[in-house]
């Protein structure tokens, strides 16, 4: 089954909910309105559906081969990128004196989700270019972004990010990789990564490669780590590419999914040394480097939504295609489509809904990303900082736990053929499984939340948005969705009272509140999603009352809204009882008792 953009759930999302307009009134966007927006979702949509999602299965199957330290892609992916790059795709959102379009963060989501949801492995390589370009305008000397960022800006080079390795994984604290002044500036780097996504590979002449590493007097811990530049080649005073650096793939890893993407061992410093070249100051890597792993953790969660979407698809035409038993209460005998049957409609109404609420609630949150990086008033855009770092973790934990259950339902409606690969169903499960691991655990994610965005805070910014909730639930009873409004309000309840506990109990016992903090998460994930839906709700209410409306696609928005509110926000209250009653189970068992 082919992919196919959903582009008006996209341009609906975009200009009733996440914002466009007031996007598009920031400083540097006076150039945004909804004519060139709409032109770049169409083109973005025709590139995803007939050039990038045909190599989905082929990557999935084919994979990529390793020989002499060179990575071969899987067939059609060289040329797919390189038209990729050459349309300017990845230098939508760079900054203009780069080379780049400087299009809003939100502007720039929407064509991701398109990216990821034709092919995520594909859409890595972009992803971790745009990462590692704005950790070095953000953090880079002049001469380093002189040197760098124009081609990475227009893609003909791409970057990584190197931080993990045998023996550190999420706790960096363990890094070992060194790096030795030669004295002219540059560093000799020498060390072992692993999981590097694209760390090496056949579509582009450079890589960029921004490692963590360890000065020889470096303080132990985080607080010794420095961030370096490692090219794939170096390059001349020119700008042309010159010898080929001391650093190599060794290895590619045998994975349960993502199989287009080449996830390498690499080696720094096998002969001698690798150069490098400090970024910002020395032992400041890993703040630097959290440049990059939140618009990563944001673009892991637009992956965990995107790849649902495309779940949901296959899954619908199979529903619709596959007949199979006669129609429950249907005086007709004859065998119906399997839509029919209602556990088939709870199960697609689940996915859908899900989806609905999460892109809602990610473009609300690239959205405000636009705000903390633009807006006038310094006090706005503090705030709107403070959203943006509350929902990061919500939207990369939530939406990647969801899209494995949602990946499975997909797999459900088919069957047994689910089971089977032909179908393609089982690839976006197996796809989806590494968004709930990379750029931080959903559990790393938890523990964020509830500490350095919740307790730290005092609750002030999940209050803040709680109070949007009330203010949507109350609109929705006036405007007669008193079902809907209801649910959020009974949800909400819960949200507080859950918050509350966060905040109360943080500091005094903190492996009880860790203990709950994965429920914490999704708890908020369904309250805030069950938000937007709300809203969505509110809008498409509005909009039925003109004649002239798209009935069926506003229709199909209070719908959806009501199996949300109906089905998914319940599942709060089971939530705050394990978030707030539930540590001393989790913590009592004696170690050897497991």
Not at 56 to 81: C, E, I
Not at 111 to 129: H, I, Q, Y
Not at 432 to 441: C, H, K, N
């Amino acid at each position: 089954m082919t992919y196919r953009a959903p582009v008006a759930d996209i341009r609906f999302v975009l200009n009733e909910l996440a914002g466009l307009s007031e996007v598009a009134a920031l400083p540097g966007n006076e150039d945004v309105n909804p004519e060139l927006v709409d032109a770049i979702l169409e083109e973005a949509a025709k590139l995803a559906e007939n050039v990038i999602a045909p190599l989905n299965r082929v990557g999935d199957q084919h994979g990529n081969q390793l020989k002499d330290g060179v990575v071969t892609t899987a067939p059609g992916f060289k040329s797919a990128y390189q038209q990729f790059a050459e349309n300017g795709w990845i230098s939508l959102r760079t900054p203009t004196e780069f080379g780049g379009q400087a299009m809003p963060a939100l502007v720039a989501m929407a064509t991701d989700e398109m990216w990821c949801a034709s092919n995520v492995a594909f859409s890595l390589c972009p992803l971790l270019t745009l990462g590692a370009l704005e950790a070095l305008a953000h953090h880079g000397s002049a001469e380093l972004k002189a040197t760098y960022l124009p081609k990475m800006a227009t893609g003909e080079w791409t970057g990584t990010m190197n931080l993990t390795e045998p023996q550190a994984g999420s706790d960096l604290a363990q890094v070992r990789s060194k790096a030795v002044p030669v004295g002219d500036g540059t560093y000799k780097i020498s060390g072992q990564k692993i999981f590097i996504t694209w760390g090496e590979h056949d579509m582009v002449d450079n890589i960029v490669h921004l490692v963590l590493a360890r000065l020889p007097d470096a303080p132990a811990g985080v607080k010794g780590i420095s961030l370096f530049v490692v090219p794939k080649f170096m390059v001349n005073a020119d700008g042309s590419l010159g010898a080929r650096n001391d650093v190599k793939c060794v290895s590619l890893e045998h994975k349960l999914g993502i199989h287009g993407s080449p996830t390498c061992v690499m080696s720094y410093g096998d002969n001698g040394g690798a150069i490098g070249y400090l970024v910002g100051e020395a032992n400041r890597g890993l703040s630097y480097m959290f440049t990059m792993m939140n618009a990563a953790r944001l673009g892991v969660g637009v992956e965990g939504m995107a790849i649902a979407e495309r779940a949901y698809q296959q899954a619908v035409a199979y529903a619709k295609d596959r007949v199979q038993s006669r129609e429950l209460g249907s005086e007709n005998t004859a065998p119906a489509p399997i839509i029919k049957h209602p556990d088939i409609r709870r199960m697609l109404m689940t996915m859908k809904s899900q989806i609905e609420a999460q892109r809602a609630l990610t473009y609300f949150t690239g959205a405000a990303l636009d705000k903390a990086g633009s807006h006038p008033d310094a006090h706005e855009k503090a705030r709107w900082q403070a959203v943006v770092n509350f929902l990061i973790p919500i939207v990369k934990g939530w939406n990647t736990e969801q899209v494995n259950e949602i990946a499975s339902l997909g797999v459900q409606i088919h069957g047994g053929m689910g089971f089977i690969e032909e179908t393609g169903a089982a690839q976006y499960l197996r796809d989806a499984r590494i968004t709930a691991i990379y750029e931080g655990t959903t559990g790393i994610q938890a523990l964020d939340l509830v500490g350095r965005k919740t307790a730290a805070e005092r609750g002030m910014t999940a209050k803040a948005l709680l109070s949007e909730v009330e203010a949507t639930a109350g609109k929705l009873k006036t405007a007669g969705l008193s079902d809907i409004g209801d649910a959020l309000n009974a949800a909400l309840v819960h949200a507080r009272a859950s918050t509350d506990y966060v905040v109360g109990q943080f500091d005094a016992q903190p492996r009880d509140v860790a203990a709950g903090s994965v429920p914490f998460l999704k708890l908020m994930g369904i309250v805030l999603g069950g938000w937007q839906l709300g809203r969505a709700a509110l809008v498409a209410k509005q909009k039925l009352a003109d004649a002239s409306a798209d009935t069926a696609f506003f229709d199909a928005k209070l719908i959806t809204a009501r199996f949300f509110a109906a089905h998914l926000l319940p599942q709060v209250g089971g939530l705050a009882a394990a978030i707030q009653q539930g540590a001393e189970s989790v913590l009592a068992m004696p170690e050897e008792a497991f």
